[in-house]
């Protein structure tokens, strides 16, 4: 990413680990440090970000949001545009199938997450928000993806974990769940579709992009009502 950045060009870069900041500053340009919090409150559904003695609310749930809100907040303020206007930018911004609430009752969340660092944003969401009673996870992966190492991280934050499959050919199948990962109460469905029958209680679907999209199709009618 470091080597689109070009001298005498603005570039507004979050807090990033020391490895990586000697990277991006090594190539130069003209970097604008983030916006950085003076108080945040966190809500299931966004938080509130106090910054420049200034009130933010941003619409976007999950923790990891927050820096993301305020990198953002920081390159539209170095464009000119007017703080009233990024208030509301924030304030009404909306990520389908991130941390996404698409039924109320039983409640249904879906979360993109397909990779490790998004296994771990989900499961900071879930411990913070979720930890009593766990809720139930319904999870599926494409072969190609870190599996074991995102179930390691998710799977412990559920009191129960239905692992399915995408439908999609490169889907991993259910049953290798079985001898990859110790989870107490681990099952299988071969489709979401049987996979959902399974779960009453709160439930996170999540492990692949595909999978939430089939969930958002399946759940339609209900989130319309």
């Not at 993109?112 to 944003?121: E, L, Q, S, V």
């Not at 290798?176 to 996979?195: I, K, Q, S, W, Y």
């Amino acid at each position: 990413k470091a080597g689109i950045l070009k001298p005498g060009v603005p570039a507004v870069i979050a807090p990033q680990r020391p490895e990586a900041e000697r990277v991006i500053c090594a190539h130069g340009g003209e970097l604008i440090a983030a916006w950085s919090a003076e108080r945040v409150i966190a809500y299931r559904d966004g938080s509130d970000i106090w910054t420049h003695n200034e009130q933010l609310h941003c619409g976007l749930a999950g923790r990891h949001q927050i820096v993301n809100a305020l990198t953002a907040a920081t390159a539209l303020d170095a464009f000119g545009v007017p703080y009233e206007s990024i208030a509301e930018g924030l304030r009404d911004a909306r990520w389908p199938g991130r941390l996404d609430r698409i039924q109320a009752n039983p409640e249904m969340i879906v979360d993109g997450a397909h990779n490790p660092a998004g296994a771990r944003a989900l499961a900071a969401y879930v411990a913070e928000f979720y930890s009593e009673p766990k809720p139930t996870l319904i999870f599926g992966a494409m072969r190609d993806k870190s599996v074991e190492e995102m179930a390691a991280i998710l799977f412990p934050c559920f009191a129960k974990v239905i692992v399915t499959a995408p439908n999609q050919p490169r889907a991993l199948a259910p049953e290798t769940f079985l001898g990859m990962v110790d989870h107490p109460n681990l099952r299988c469905a071969p489709t979401l579709r049987e996979a959902l029958t399974q779960c009453g209680s709160t439930t996170f679907i999540s492990g692949s992009l595909f999978l939430v999209a089939e969930a958002m199709e399946l759940l339609r009618p209900a989130r319309r009502a």
